[in-house]
C-alpha cells in the first residue's frame, strides 16, 4: 500500500485570482478607451501626438499597478487565509481520492479549536524518517487528555466503542495499545487505514504542526463541496 499519505501544495488559488484580474482589466482597457475618445474629441485633433504619448505612458503605469496589487493579494491571500492542495495517495480514500484538488483554511484553528472529525493538514512530525514529505492530510480521531486504542476493528476513546461514519463498512482498523494524548496534541488516522501512515506511527501530533482544515473540495468539478 501507499505508506505516505501526503498531500502537496498547489498554486491553483494564484490561477484563480489571475481570472478575476483579467476581468478587472477588461474593464480597466474599456474605461480607458473611453477617456482616450472623449479626450480626442474634447482636443479637436489638436496635439493629438502629444496626448497618445501622455496615454501611453499612463497605461503602462497603471498596468504596473494592476499587476503588482494582483501579485501582493495573491501572496497574502496563500500566505494567511487560504492555500490549494492536491492528494496525491491513497491513504484517506474514500473521502479524498487521488488527484482532488483541496482548499485549506489556515486560521481555522487560529479563530477555533480543532473538534473530533476534522480533516486537518499538518506538517511533518519531527520523527517522521521521510525527508521528502512535507506535509500530511489526516482526520482527527482523538483530543488532548483522552486515551485511545483500537481492538478487534473497532477504535475506542475513553473506554467507549467511536462511531465513524466516514469509513466503509468493510474497513478495519488494526489492533494498537492504549495511548493517552497530551496537552496540547491530538491522535490523527487516514479513513483508508490499512494504507496510512499516521498516529498510529508517529504518536500523536502537537498542535503547533497544523496548517489548517480542509474545508472545500474544488476539483473534480463534480465533487465540488466540502468532503
Known amino acids: ?8 501544495s498547489s498554486d491553483l488559488n494564484g490561477a484563480i485570482i489571475g481570472t478575476r484580474c483579467s476581468r478587472m482589466l477588461i474593464r480597466w482597457c474599456i474605461s480607458l478607451l473611453v477617456t482616450w475618445q472623449r479626450q480626442v474629441t474634447e ?5 493629438l501626438l502629444e496626448l497618445l504619448s501622455a496615454l501611453r505612458w499612463r497605461w503602462l503605469r497603471e498596468w504596473f499597478v494592476v499587476i503588482f496589487v494582483a501579485l501582493l493579494a495573491a501572496f497574502a491571500i496563500r500566505a ?13 480514500t474514500p473521502t479524498l481520492e487521488v488527484g482532488d484538488r483541496l482548499m485549506v483554511y489556515k486560521l481555522a484553528f487560529t479563530l477555533g479549536d480543532v473538534d473530533r472529525g476534522d480533516l486537518v493538514v499538518f506538517n511533518r ?5 521521510t525527508a521528502d514529505i512535507k506535509d ?5 480521531i482523538g483530543l488532548e487528555g ?4 483500537a481492538e478487534g476493528g473497532v477504535v475506542y476513546v475513553n473506554g467507549q466503542p467511536l462511531e465513524e461514519p466516514y469509513l466503509t463498512t468493510d474497513m478495519y482498523t488494526s489492533d494498537f495499545p492504549e495511548t493517552e494524548i497530551p496537552p496540547g496534541y491530538m ?3 487516514g479513513d483508508n487505514r490499512p494504507n496510512s501512515r499516521d498516529s498510529r506511527f ?9 496548517v489548517g482544515e480542509v474545508f472545500l473540495r474544488i476539483w473534480p468539478f463534480g465533487d465540488i463541496g466540502r468532503p
Open 1 to 8: 500500500g501507499d505508506w505516505s499519505s501526503d498531500v502537496c
Open 43 to 47: 482636443r479637436k485633433g489638436k496635439g
Open 80 to 92: 494567511t487565509l487560504v492555500q490549494t492542495y492536491f492528494i496525491p495517495s491513497e491513504s484517506m
Open 125 to 129: 512530525p519531527a520523527n517522521m524518517g
Open 136 to 140: 500530511f492530510v489526516k482526520r482527527v
Open 146 to 149: 483522552e486515551r485511545i486504542r
Open 187 to 189: 491522535f490523527v488516522m
Open 202 to 210: 508517529f504518536g500523536p501530533i502537537h498542535e503547533g504542526l497544523l
